[in-house]
T-cell receptor, first 112, second 112 residues
């Protein structure tokens, strides 16, 4: 079972920031938070990951609370192409025996 | 250049047939995976290989047999296909078995 809880769907206006929440209250000290997304009919796409510090890359920002029990993925200026299912996942970073367990994710609709 | 490629993209076949799906990655990663996404869109890991060694083998019927001729290739052979095998199969790769995985475009298998 997935170790994370996400809202099933969200809407965001094009050009606005999309903030996707994720709860992971049972996260272990050595587990990272990963975000992926899956655009319709495509393979999942890695977005970003972090341990406890906030992270930013060219796609998104990841804000992790101090107690690490929740996080938020931020797409700063959402476009129609950001419409996808977004998955929040926790796992140990470099452990080949650990699995990525995909939950149901959040279906993000970007509205024109 | 495509990082993770799969062939074929679509595969339609009859029950009882044997088929193979091929996967290749040119990222230099040492770990490769097969995932299955069913009609309800749940994405689940099936197998992982690290440097040609089987690492993860989920509860998958033994009709499914992965083969890794080298660390850049991971093929999936399926014997005696059943209707329930209809799904989209994704190949992925990662460096060091980490959580940052890169997925192929998927192979949509339809068993009639």
């Amino acid at each position: 079972d997935a170790k994370t809880t996400q809202p099933p769907s969200m809407d965001c206006a094009e050009g606005r920031a999309a903030n996707l929440p994720c709860n992971h209250s049972t996260i272990s000290g050595n587990e990272y938070v990963y975000w992926y997304r899956q655009i319709h009919s495509q393979g999942p796409q890695y977005i970003i990951h972090g341990l406890k510090n906030n992270e930013t890359n060219e796609m998104a920002s990841l804000i992790i609370t101090e107690d690490r029990k929740s996080s938020t993925l931020i797409l700063p200026h959402a476009t129609l192409r950001d419409t996808a299912v977004y998955y929040c996942i926790v796992r140990v970073a470099l452990n080949r025996d650990d699995k990525i367990i995909f939950g149901k994710g959040t279906r993000l609709h970007i509205l024109p | 250049d495509t990082a993770v490629s799969q062939t074929p993209k679509y595969l339609v076949t009859q029950m009882g047939n044997d088929k193979s799906i091929k996967c290749e990655q040119n990222l230099g990663h040492d770990t490769m995976y097969w995932y299955k996404q069913d009609s309800k869109k749940f994405l689940k890991i099936m197998f992982s290989y690290n440097n040609k060694e089987l690492i993860i083998n989920e509860t998958v019927p033994n009709r499914f047999s992965p083969k890794s001729p080298d660390k850049a290739h991971l093929n999936l052979h399926i014997n005696s296909l059943e209707l329930g095998d209809s799904a989209v199969y994704f190949c992925a790769s990662s460096p060091g078995g980490g959580g940052e995985q890169y997925f192929g475009p998927g192979t949509r298998l339809t068993v009639t």
